[in-house]
C-alpha cells in the first residue's frame, strides 16, 4: 500500500489541482445562460409583428395571378379560331388538331355562355375543315402507312366514330401493305447487291451471291417493319385501351406531355362496345393472317433447297432462318396478336425437317432408280457370257452399297454437320442443336424404313395386274435387294450410324455419350451414342427380317417360274404324239427335265454370287474390318470355279456309296406300292411346308426352290391318268432328278420323301397295270447313257 | 357329352378329291363324297354326321367311273350331278351324269332299328337319270342356286354351256355354248366356276385371271386380270353380300374382291403354304372363310371385317352399358385365323359347309379321309351373341 501511495503521488496532486479549477469556471455559466434565453424571446416578439403587417398583400398577389392565368386561357380560346385557321393554311393539321384536342371539353363545359358557344361552333367549323383535309391526306393514293396511321391519330382525337374509323383504318392499310408487298416482291430481284451494307445490319456479307439473306433484309425492312408497326397501331387504337391511357385522355395533359405524333400514338384509344370489337378484331385477324401468310410463303420460296441437295450450303439458310428468327422477336406486336413467333418457329422446324426429308429422300430415290435401271438392262442386255453377267451383277451391288455408304457418311453427315456448327443464334442454345439432331435422327430412321418399304414394294407381286402392267423386274432383283438389305443389316447401318454418332454427338457434351455397344453381324464392336443405339437395333432387326422376306419371294418367284414347265408333260395326249412310233418304253429323260435342271443350275449360280457358300461365309467371319461385300465378292470371284467343281465331286461318290449301300435299288421309291407303307412312312415324316421360311445362304435357297418344283411335280402327277409309258418315264425322271439334284441339298431326307411321294401318286394315277421299269434300266436312262 | 374341340373322322378307303354338302337337306348334316381310284370300282359315299350322337353314318353308292367332281342338287336332296373320267388305252375322257339316289327310305329304316352297322356294306345302287357327254372335257356342273330346277352350267377344259333340262328333268340340251378356246392355245384350260347367287352371272377361273359372265346375254360382266400370280384355281361369291367374290390360287394366296371396283382386293390371307384349292364361305355367317390346301391344313378364318356382319358390330361400338361390357368380356370377333386344322396327311382338294347346322365342315384330303369339325365355341358365340 505504502509502495502503491508513492508511486503515484503525483497523480493524485494533479487530480486535485483539476477540480479546484472546474469549480471556479461552473459558478460564471450560470448568469451567462439567463441572458441567452431573454435574448431569444424578444427576437421571435419583433418577427410576429412584421409578418402580421405583410399578410394582407400577399393574398392580394396569389388572387391576381390567378386571374391572369384564367386571362391567359381565354385569351387562348378566343384566339383559338385564328390560330386554327393558321394552321389550316399552313396545313398543320397536327398542330390544329391538338389545340382542339386540348379545348374541346373545356368549350363544351361552357357552351351555355354565348361568347364560348360562338367560338366553339366557330372552331368546330374550321376542324370540320381540317378532319376533311384529313381525310383527303389519308385516302389519297400516295400516302404511306405511317402517314395513313399519323391521320388516324389525328381522327381519333378528334372523336370521329370509332367503328367506322377502324374499317377505314383496316381498309385503307390493307391496300397500301398489299401494294408494298407486290411491290416490295417486284423490286427484290432488283436490289442492289451492295444493300446490306447500307443497312444497319451488323452482318458482314461479303459474298453477293447470297441473295436470298439480301432479299430477305430488304423484305423484313419494307415489309414486316410496316406490318408491325400497323398491327401495333390498331391493336392500341382500336383492340386494347389500356388504363392509363384513359387517365392521360384528359385534354390539357396528355397533348402538353407529348408533343411528338409518334408518341401521341400511345395515348390516343377508343373505346367501343364489345361486340363491335369482336367484328373489328375478327377482320383484322382475317387481313393480317392472310397477309402474314403471303408474307411466309415468299419466305418459304427463299428457304427453298436446291434441285441437286448436294449443292446445298446450309450456312446461307441457317442465316436466313436466323433473321427470321430476329425478325420475329422485333416483331412483338405481330407476335401477340397472331402468334408470329410461333409461326416463325414453324417454318424452322420445317425446314429442319425438310432438310432431312430431301437429303435422305433423294437418297431413297437413287437407289430405287439404280435397281430400276438394273431390272432394265437385266432384260435388255445381251451378255456374251455369263461369267460377265454375273461380274456385272457383282459389281452392281457392290458399286450401289459404296455409293450409298458414302453419301450417307460423307455428303449428308457434311450438310448436317454444317447445320450444327454453323455459330449462329438459332443454334446457340444446346437444345436447339439437340431437338435439330433429333428431328435428323428421326428422318433418317424414316428413311431406312422408305427404302426398305419400296424395296419390298418393287419385288411384291401385283394383284391384280394394272391395266398397263409394267413387266415384272427379274427375280434376280429380288435376290439382289435381299442379299443388299442383309448387308444393310449386318454392317451398313451399324456402320453409318457410327460414323453418324462420332460426327454429331460427340463433340458436345461426354457425359450424353453413353457410348452403347452395339455389336455388328460380325462380331465387331460399335460403340454409338445413346440416343442413336435403339435405332440402330430396331433397323438392323427390320433390315434382316425384310432381307428374309424378299429372299423368301425371290424363292417363290423362281420357284413358280421352274414349277410352270411341268405344267404340261405327261397327259396322254402329249404322250399320244410321241408313243406312235416309239418303243413301248421310255428311252430318255424328259426333255423339258433338262431344261429345268439347266435353270437350276442358273439360279444356283445366281445365289452362289450373291450369298456365297459356306466356306466364304467362314471367310467373312474372320476379315470383316471393311464391307463385307467387298470381301465377298472378291473372294467370290477368286473361288467362284472351285466351288461350284467342289459339290459335284462330293455329290458323285457320296452318290456311288449309297448306291453300294443299297445294292438293290437306287431308287427305292418305286419298289414298294403297297398304300399302307406310304401311309406309314407319311405318319414318321415331318409335314414339310413348302413356301414357307426360307434359309439364308446357299443350301437354304436351292432347298426352298426345289420343295416348290417337287410339290408342284406331285400335285401336277395327281392331276393326270397315266399309261404305263408315262409311268415308265417317270421313273426315270425322278431318277434323273434325284442324280441331279443332290448336290444342292443337305438334306436328303425331304428330297427322298417327296420322290417317294411321287412315285406313289405316280403308281396310284396309272391306268394301266404299273409295270415298274428295272432299275439298271432306269440307271442308265437317267445317267445319260 | 361335351365334344367340343372334337372331330369325326370317316375314312373312305379310297383316294378322293371332290365332296359337297347336300344342299337341300336341311335336317341333317349330310355331305357327298366320290372317291377316285383307277384300280377298282368307284364308290359315292353319303356321309350324314348326327351331331348329338357325334357320330358318322353313312350309305354308299356304286359309282363305277373315277369322281372329279360332284354337285349336289340345291332343291332336292336326292339329286346330284358327278363329272367323271373314262379311259381307254389311249386317252381318257371326263364326262357328266345326273343322279338320284333312291334309297332313302332304307336309310330311315336303318335308323329307326337302332342297331345298323355304324358303315352300310351293301353297295347300293344308283338311278341314272341322263348323261352329257358332249366335248368329252366336262369339268365341273353348276346348279342355279336359286334352286331354280330349269337351267344348269357345265364347265369343259375349254367352253361353257348352258343347259336347260327339260320338264321331267329327265333330259337336257345346250341352249348357250361360250367359247374360251379362241385365245391361245397353250394356255391351260378352265380351272373351276362357280354361279353367284344373287344375279344369273357365273364366274369362272382360268389362268390368273378371275372372269364373270352373264347367263342371260353371255357378255363379260367382269374381269379380274391377274388376280393371282399363278393359277386360280377356287371361287366363292359371298352369300349374304352383292358383288363380293373370293378367289384362291396357286400362289397360296386367297382375295376378296368387290366386283363393283377390283382394281384392287379387298383383303388378302396368305396362312396357306402350298396351292389353295378350296374355299367356301359360311351360307349364314359369312364372316366365317374355309380354305383348304395341299399343305394337309384346313383353315377357319374369320374375316368379319369384309362381311355382311361388320356393319353390326359398328353399331354395338357405339352402345354403351351393360350390353356392351358383356361383349367386351365376350371380345367382338375379330379379323383372322380361328384356326387351323391339320388332322389331314396328304392334300386338301375339297372343304364344305353343312347345308344344315351353320357351325359344322367338312372337309377332304386326298387319302380319303373326310374330317367333319365345327366351329370352336368361343367363336360361335363370339358372332351370335
Redesign the interface.
Known amino acids: 500500500m505504502k509502495t502503491l501511495v508513492y508511486e503515484n503521488y503525483n497523480k493524485f496532486i494533479s487530480a486535485t489541482d483539476t477540480i479546484r479549477k472546474m469549480k471556479s469556471n461552473v459558478e460564471s455559466m450560470e448568469s451567462e445562460m439567463d441572458q441567452l434565453s431573454k435574448s431569444i424571446s424578444n427576437i421571435s416578439n419583433v418577427t410576429s409583428l412584421v409578418n402580421d403587417a405583410l399578410g394582407p398583400k400577399r393574398e392580394k398577389i396569389r388572387q391576381l395571378t390567378g386571374v391572369h392565368d384564367l386571362l391567359k386561357k381565354i385569351q387562348f380560346i378566343f384566339e383559338l379560331p385564328t390560330r386554327l385557321k393558321l394552321c389550316l393554311d399552313q396545313e398543320s393539321y397536327a398542330q390544329a388538331v391538338r389545340y382542339y384536342a386540348k379545348t374541346s371539353r373545356l368549350l363544351e363545359h361552357y357552351r351555355s355562355l354565348s361568347v364560348f358557344s360562338s367560338i366553339e361552333s366557330e372552331c368546330k367549323e374550321i376542324i370540320d375543315k381540317v378532319s376533311k383535309k384529313i381525310r383527303e391526306n389519308m385516302t389519297s393514293e400516295n400516302a404511306t402507312g405511317s402517314e395513313i396511321t399519323d391521320c388516324i391519330v389525328l381522327l381519333i382525337s378528334l372523336k370521329e366514330p370509332p367503328q367506322q374509323l377502324a374499317k377505314e383504318y383496316l381498309d385503307l392499310q390493307e391496300t397500301v401493305l398489299s401494294k408494298l408487298l407486290v411491290a416490295t416482291i417486284d423490286e427484290m430481284p432488283k436490289i442492289p447487291a451492295d444493300y446490306l451494307l447500307k443497312s444497319s445490319e451488323d452482318y458482314q456479307l461479303t459474298t453477293s451471291d447470297e441473295r436470298a439473306i439480301i432479299e430477305l433484309t430488304y423484305l423484313n425492312e419494307k415489309f414486316l417493319k410496316e406490318l408491325n408497326k400497323f398491327v401495333e397501331s390498331f391493336n392500341g387504337f382500336f383492340l386494347q385501351p389500356p388504363k392509363e391511357c384513359r387517365d392521360t385522355k384528359s385534354p390539357g395533359k396528355s397533348p402538353a406531355k407529348s408533343p411528338k405524333n409518334n408518341d401521341l400514338i400511345r395515348y390516343v384509344s377508343t373505346t367501343l362496345d364489345v361486340e363491335v370489337k369482336e367484328l373489328v378484331r375478327k377482320e383484322f385477324l382475317e387481313f393480317i393472317g392472310a397477309i402474314t401468310s403471303e408474307y411466309l410463303t415468299i419466305v418459304d420460296g427463299l428457304l427453298e433447297f436446291p434441285n441437286n441437295i448436294l449443292d446445298f450450303k446450309p450456312e446461307t439458310h441457317i442465316k436466313l432462318l436466323n433473321k427470321l428468327n430476329f425478325a420475329a422477336l422485333s416483331c412483338a406486336s405481330l407476335s401477340s396478336v397472331i402468334k408470329f413467333d410461333e409461326r416463325i418457329k414453324e417454318v424452322i422446324s420445317t425446314w429442319e425437317t425438310g432438310i432431312g426429308k430431301r437429303l435422305f429422300g433423294n437418297a431413297e430415290k437413287e437407289l430405287i432408280e439404280k435397281f430400276v435401271e438394273f431390272s432394265e438392262k437385266q432384260k435388255t442386255k445381251v451378255f456374251s457370257s455369263s461369267q460377265q453377267r454375273f461380274k456385272y451383277v457383282q459389281t452392281f451391288v457392290l458399286d450401289t452399297e459404296t455409293w450409298l455408304t458414302t453419301y450417307l457418311t460423307k455428303d449428308c453427315l457434311r450438310i448436317i454437320k454444317e447445320c450444327v456448327k454453323t455459330e449462329v443464334p438459332m443454334f446457340e442454345n444446346k437444345d436447339d442443336v439437340e431437338k435439330f439432331l433429333k428431328k435428323i435422327q428421326a428422318e433418317f430412321r424414316e428413311f431406312w424404313y422408305s427404302i426398305i418399304n419400296s424395296m419390298m414394294k418393287y419385288v411384291s407381286?401385283?394383284?391384280?395386274?394394272?391395266i398397263n402392267?409394267q413387266d415384272p423386274p427379274p427375280p434376280i432383283t429380288s435376290l439382289i435387294m435381299s442379299r443388299m438389305l442383309l448387308d444393310f443389316g449386318e454392317i451398313i447401318v451399324t456402320q453409318v450410324y457410327t460414323s453418324f454418332s462420332d460426327r454429331l454427338y460427340t463433340s458436345r457434351d461426354n457425359r450424353n455419350r453413353f457410348a452403347i455397344d452395339v455389336y455388328g453381324g460380325y462380331g465387331e464392336r460399335h460403340s454409338i451414342s445413346k440416343e442413336l443405339a435403339q435405332d440402330v437395333r430396331e433397323i438392323v432387326g427390320v433390315c434382316k427380317d425384310i432381307a428374309q422376306r424378299i429372299l423368301e419371294r425371290y424363292v417363290?418367284i423362281v420357284g413358280?417360274r421352274i414349277s410352270?414347265n411341268i405344267?404340261?408333260i405327261y397327259t396322254?395326249?402329249s404322250s399320244?404324239t410321241n408313243?406312235t412310233d416309239v418303243p413301248s418304253r421310255p428311252t430318255s429323260v424328259s426333255k423339258i427335265w433338262n431344261v429345268i435342271i439347266t435353270e437350276l443350275t442358273l439360279i444356283e449360280k445366281e445365289v452362289v454370287m450373291l450369298y456365297g457358300t459356306e466356306e466364304e461365309n467362314n471367310l467373312d467371319d474372320q476379315d470383316s474390318n471393311s464391307l463385307p461385300s467387298t470381301d465377298q465378292n472378291s473372294t467370290a470371284n477368286q473361288d467362284n470355279s472351285n466351288t461350284i467343281r467342289a459339290p459335284y465331286a462330293h455329290s458323285n461318290s457320296s452318290y456311288s456309296s449309297i448306291n453300294s449301300n443299297r445294292p438293290k435299288s437306287s431308287n427305292p421309291f418305286f419298289a414298294s406300292f403297297t398304300h399302307l407303307t406310304s401311309?406309314i412312312d407319311?405318319?414318321f415324316s415331318d409335314?414339310i411346308?413348302?413356301?414357307?421360311i426360307v434359309e439364308i445362304g446357299k443350301p437354304g435357297i436351292m432347298m426352298g426352290v426345289i420343295k416348290i418344283l417337287l410339290?408342284a411335280w406331285i400335285?401336277t402327277v395327281?392331276m393326270q391318268?397315266l399309261?404305263n409309258k408315262i409311268f415308265q418315264q417317270i421313273q426315270v425322271d425322278s431318277e434323273f432328278v434325284r442324280l441331279k439334284l443332290w448336290k444342292y441339298i443337305e438334306d436328303e431326307r425331304i428330297l427322298n420323301t417327296m420322290l417317294q411321294e411321287l412315285a406313289s401318286s405316280a403308281f396310284?394315277?396309272?391306268?394301266?397295270d404299273p409295270l415298274p421299269l428295272e432299275n439298271t434300266i432306269i440307271e442308265q436312262i437317267a445317267g445319260g447313257l | 357329352m361335351d365334344n367340343e374341340g372334337r372331330s369325326c373322322v370317316y375314312g373312305l378307303r379310297h383316294?378322293a378329291r371332290c365332296l359337297t354338302a347336300v344342299i337341300a337337306e336341311t335336317e341333317q348334316n349330310k355331305f357327298l363324297v366320290g372317291s377316285q381310284?383307277?384300280?377298282r370300282d368307284n364308290e359315292i359315299h353319303l356321309i350324314n354326321f348326327n351331331e348329338d350322337e357325334f357320330e358318322i353314318t353313312s350309305t354308299i353308292y356304286q359309282h363305277l367311273e373315277e369322281v372329279w367332281d360332284i354337285a349336289a342338287c340345291p332343291a332336292k336332296s336326292d339329286l346330284f350331278f358327278t363329272c367323271y373320267?373314262t379311259?381307254d388305252?389311249?386317252?381318257?375322257r371326263t364326262k357328266a351324269k345326273l343322279w338320284r339316289m333312291n334309297n332313302s327310305d332304307v336309310i330311315s329304316e336303318d335308323f329307326e332299328k337302332g342297331s345298323r352297322p355304324p358303315r352300310s356294306t351293301s353297295h347300293l345302287p344308283l338311278e341314272c337319270i341322263f348323261e352329257i357327254k358332249e366335248d368329252d372335257t366336262i369339268k365341273k356342273v353348276l346348279w342355279d342356286p336359286k334352286k331354280d330346277l330349269t337351267k344348269f352350267v357345265s364347265i369343259h377344259d375349254s367352253s361353257l354351256r348352258i343347259w336347260e333340262f327339260d320338264e321331267q328333268m329327265t333330259s337336257a340340251k345346250t341352249s348357250h355354248t361360250v367359247d374360251f378356246s379362241s385365245m391361245n392355245e397353250?394356255l391351260?384350260p378352265l380351272t373351276t366356276g362357280v354361279w353367284n347367287p344373287h344375279q344369273p352371272e357365273v364366274a369362272i377361273g382360268k389362268e390368273c385371271?378371275v372372269q364373270g359372265l352373264d347367263l342371260r346375254s353371255q357378255s363379260q360382266t367382269f374381269n379380274?386380270?391377274?388376280?393371282?400370280?399363278?393359277l386360280v384355281h377356287a371361287l366363292d361369291y359371298n352369300p349374304n353380300k352383292p358383288y363380293q367374290i373370293a378367289s384362291a390360287g396357286?400362289?397360296?394366296?386367297i382375295?376378296f374382291w368387290d366386283l363393283r371396283n377390283?382394281?384392287n382386293?379387298l383383303k388378302?390371307i396368305s396362312d396357306h403354304?402350298?396351292?389353295v384349292w378350296a374355299i367356301a364361305y359360311n351360307r349364314f355367317h359369312d364372316q366365317l372363310f374355309l380354305s383348304s390346301s395341299?399343305?394337309?391344313q384346313v383353315n377357319l378364318q374369320s374375316i368379319v371385317s369384309i362381311s355382311s356382319g361388320a356393319f353390326q358390330y359398328d353399331e354395338r361400338e357405339n352402345d354403351d352399358g351393360s350390353e356392351y361390357e358383356y361383349h367386351d368380356q365376350l371380345g367382338k370377333p375379330t379379323d383372322g385365323l380361328v384356326r387351323a386344322y391339320?388332322q389331314h396327311?396328304?392334300?386338301v382338294y375339297a372343304v364344305a359347309w353343312s347345308a344344315c347346322d351353320p357351325w359344322v365342315f367338312c372337309s377332304l384330303s386326298?387319302?380319303g379321309r373326310a374330317v367333319i369339325n365345327r366351329v370352336p365355341k368361343e367363336e360361335k358365340y363370339k358372332i351370335i351373341l
Open positions: 407381286p401385283i394383284n391384280p395386274y394394272p402392267p417363290e413358280n410352270m405344267r404340261g396322254m395326249k399320244i408313243l401311309h407319311k405318319l409335314r411346308e413348302i413356301f414357307g410339290k400335285e395327281r391318268t399309261t396310284r394315277r396309272c391306268a394301266e | 383316294q381310284t383307277l384300280k373320267k379311259f388305252s389311249i386317252s381318257s397353250s391351260p385371271y379380274i386380270n391377274g388376280a393371282h400370280s399363278v396357286d400362289d397360296c394366296k382375295r377390283t382394281t382386293c388378302q403354304t402350298h396351292w395341299s399343305d394337309c391339320d396327311e396328304d392334300s386326298y387319302d
